[in-house]
Nanobody, 112 residues
Framework: QVQLVESGGGLVQAGGSLRLSCAVS????????MGWYRQAPGKQRELVAW???????LVADSVKGRFTISRDNAKNLVYLQMGSLKPEDTAAYYC??????WGQGTQVTVSS
């Protein structure tokens, strides 16, 4: 059973950067799509970005040009590099595998 553990969240000022990591127990190479989602208080969970096993990526328009997703199959890690952070990026960020397995989430708070 694949398990996901996120890390790297925290408090950052607007304009700053953070890198989130998702550690995958088991072989990440067996997972086709790894994704990052986020959920702000009172809002629905939304897709931030995903990456396929072959390296193809999709990034939400709201973060395009600021966030980058990548995966290291050898280390069983998926990253979300976040730059030019805005207060509206404040949310709990969740790692997801093949749209069926979720991590526990990591909080990102951007202060203005």
């Amino acid at each position: 059973q694949v398990q996901l553990v996120e890390s790297g969240g925290g408090l950052v000022q607007a304009g700053g950067s953070l890198r989130l990591s998702c550690a995958v127990s088991g072989s990440i190479s067996r997972i086709f799509v790894m994704g990052w989602y986020r959920q702000a208080p009172g809002k629905q969970r939304e897709l931030v970005a995903w990456i396929t096993r072959g390296g193809g990526t999709l990034v939400a328009d709201s973060v395009k040009g600021r966030f980058t997703i990548s995966r290291d199959n050898a280390k069983n890690l998926v990253y979300l590099q976040m730059g030019s952070l805005k207060p509206e990026d404040t949310a709990a960020y969740y790692c997801n595998a093949d749209q069926r397995i979720w991590g526990q989430g990591t909080q990102v708070t951007v202060s203005s």
